[in-house]
């Protein structure tokens, strides 16, 4: 079922979010029909996300594949943006302000 879901992605919603500079990645698919997924690039975070994830992503996959009965936006931060974040804190937090 995940090369199904994949293909709807491919055809159907990739493209949308590709032209708004970002793209979705499937996280997990349950056995009582969740899809959780994340968005990426510049959809990551954005205010309209769970819009974009209601109204797009679940609307085609939904209806392409009647066994996913939702699909969930997982919202998790970027590993290396959090590492990057801690690095700029960290020299803000020196005695030298990081100079």
Known sequence: MLERIEQVLDE???P??????????????????????RLLGHCAGCPSASITTEQII????????????QVVLVE??????LAQARAILRRRASP???K
Do not use: M, S
């Open 16 to 37: 949308y979010l590709q032209g708004h500079g970002g793209a979705v990645e499937v996280r997990e698919l349950t056995e009582d029909g969740l899809l959780r997924v």
């Open 76 to 81: 998790e931060i970027d590993e290396d943006l």
């Open 12 to 14: 159907q919603v990739r």
């Open 58 to 69: 679940q609307e085609a996959v939904c209806a392409a594949i009647p066994e996913v009965r």
């Open 96 to 98: 030298d302000g990081g």
